[in-house]
């Protein structure tokens, strides 16, 4: 690899395009999405505007439309890099060019952390409630006494692995349940919990109220069985009828 090589793979960086809101570069940064922070930068006066587009605002917002939510991870952003909310764009002012490029860093590293922290947020938020739903479920087909909560479990790796519940913990196959939602975070955590728990795959169940991307339920289905949350109960019966060498007489 040689210094012409970076330097060709990070040309992209280098693009500086004009646009109705100022010139458009692209950072280093990253949101949740994988998609490069994008600043804007015009002149204002004597001094310049840097601002994101409210890049951070849409990329979260495409995960859910929470837009308090969402505001409030910008703002805490902001105070930490001392930054203005202004509308939906996180923006810095500087009365120098030789104070440019901390803005541009300040306001991108900004952004790409206020989409994260609300993304995290949401999917937090949104699996709370579906797992509030598969609570609800066991408990009126199967009994409040018929699962644990909850659960760590230790990995084949030596890890602790957390599960939402388990159903026949003292049994030879229990029962292990986790409710995923369509966002990377949770697909990526809860494919290592269940890859590293021994049981085979249909003692795994990742469950799901909301329509997963065809490449996650593919990923999933190599470690467990994804169900829909309708599909929960009817599955579960099925499941705890088997035991590790077929179906129960």
Known sequence: MTCDDIYKALAGFLACEQTEEGARIATHCLYPSFEAVRIFVAKVGDGYSVH???GAFNIAWLHARDEAMILNSLREACSRFHLTLLDKAIVAKVASIDWLTSAILSVANASSLAAHD????IVAAAEEALIDQIEHD???SFGPKSYEKNVDIRGMSGGIRHFDFVMARRSPVPLLINGVSPH???I???YVTFADTEADKGHKFAVHDRELHNDDVVLLQQ??????LR???VGAKRALSYGPTGPSS
């Open 52 to 54: 994101d587009g409210s």
């Open 118 to 121: 609300a993304v995290a947020k």
């Open 138 to 140: 066991l408990a009126r």
């Open 184 to 186: 990377r975070n949770s």
């Open 188 to 190: 990526a955590a809860k």
């Open 223 to 228: 470690v467990a069985s994804v169900v829909p």
């Open 231 to 233: 599909s929960l109960l």
